[in-house]
Each structure stands twice: as C-alpha cells, then as structure tokens.
C-alpha cells in the first residue's frame, strides 16, 4: 500500500462548479498536510499547508485533514479554467521529507 | 524576490553517462530537497541538504548523489544513467525551522536519456 493515495482522475467539470479532491494516507506520524497545483510542464506550486487536523481556507480554496479516518480533501468554489491543472497531496512527519501522491488531473470547462 | 531556480532547464544524455543539475534556493532558505518526478507520477523524494550535510534519503541507489555549498545552492549528480532515469527533477527549498514543511519548487530539469 503506497502511503499517500490520489484518485489520478482526470475530473472535468464546468465553470463555477465546486471541486472536490480527495486523498487518503497509511503512515500515522504524518502531521503536515500540503496541496500543490502543477501546470503542464512546471513545477508544483504550494498552495494550502495545514498543520494535524481541521479545516484551512484561503480565498476560493479550503483544505480539510482527518486524522481520525487519515482523509485530506481539498475543496476549490467557483472554479475557473484557470484552475486546470494537476493537483498533487502530499504529507509528512518529523523527518521534513514529503510523501506525495499521483496527483488529479482537473480540467474546469469554459 | 527570486524564487527557486534550477538550470539547466532541458538535457539530454546517453545511457552509461554521468550528470549535474543545479538548483539555487529561495532568498531566505537554506535546506534543499530534491525530488525526481516521472510522467504521470507524485514527486518522489530522492535526498534533503541542509548545512552542507545530507541529512535525509529515500530509496534511491547510490548513483544519485549531491552537495551543498556555503551559500545554499546544491547541486545532484547522477552516475551511470539508465533509461528509467528520465524523468523532471526538482528541486525544493525551506527554512530549517523545526515544524515547518513549507517547501518551494523550481520549475524543474526535464532529463531524457536515450
């Protein structure tokens, strides 16, 4: 079982829809919960870092962490063409090394 | 304020062959992380520098190897490439602060070995 576990997708949805991407986790000493966008071809963007467990919200982004069912999602309101990309989980524990999964691809549709 | 920089941005090398990638950190950090990223897959994590000492490895074979220099900036070398080691290497760059994971990516050196 890998560690950090991500629907590869692709999911598309129209514009203004409300996305919902989901990962899971094994490894109990993971604290830190990241999300990172990448665009074709570049490299990955950090976008939400959340610290245990709860919610964390920045803009149109919300992050959520469960510890207690080891469940990350990351949620995007009025999602916009310009949010196309892959979106990329990852988590760590005291070591600072990061464990990430395959990543989403999501295509928001004009 | 610059981000993180690696060069070169594309290379191509034969198998059997050796190579250097090179990455400068973020203004302000002083631990570097490199990651090695295939088509389709999540970085994985190849090793961390931090004042000029390795101080993390994943599974990686000993043919991946890097440094670190006063000023932060760090450099991986590959020896003896094979196919399977093409892939967009990436560097990442943070503060050693104790309970951070905030790490900043470069765009990447896209190496294909033929």
């Known amino acids: 079982q890998k560690e950090v576990e991500q629907d590869p997708g692709p999911l598309s949805v129209p514009e203004g829809a409300i996305v919902s991407l989901n990962c899971t986790y094994s490894n109990s000493a993971f604290q830190y919960f990241m999300w990172y966008r990448q665009y074709s071809r570049k490299g990955p963007e950090l976008l939400m870092y959340?610290?245990?467990?709860g919610n964390k919200e920045d803009g149109r982004f919300t992050a959520q962490v469960d510890k207690s069912s080891k469940y990350i999602s990351l949620f995007i309101r009025d999602s916009q063409p310009s949010d196309s990309a892959t979106y990329l989980c990852?988590?760590?524990?005291?070591?600072?090394?990061?464990?990430f999964g395959k990543g989403t691809l999501l295509t928001v549709n004009p | 304020d610059a981000g993180v920089t690696q060069s070169p941005t594309h290379l191509i090398k034969t198998r059997g062959q050796q190579v250097t990638l090179r990455c400068s950190p973020k203004s302000g950090h002083d631990t570097v992380s490199w990651y090695q990223q295939a088509l389709g897959q999540g970085p994985q994590f190849i090793f961390q520098?931090?004042?000029?000492?390795?101080?993390q490895r994943g599974n990686f074979p000993d043919r991946f190897s890097g440094h670190q220099f006063p000023n932060y900036s760090s450099e991986l070398n590959v020896n003896a490439l094979l196919l399977g080691d093409s892939a967009l290497y990436l560097c990442?760059?943070?503060?050693?602060?104790?309970?951070?994971?905030?790490?900043?990516f470069g765009p990447g050196t896209r190496l294909t070995v033929t």
């Open positions: 959340t610290y245990s467990s």
């Open positions: 520098y931090y004042e000029e000492e390795e101080r």
């Open positions: 990852s988590s760590g524990g005291s070591n600072y090394k990061l464990t």
């Open positions: 990442a760059s943070s503060p050693y602060f104790r309970d951070t994971y905030e790490q900043y």
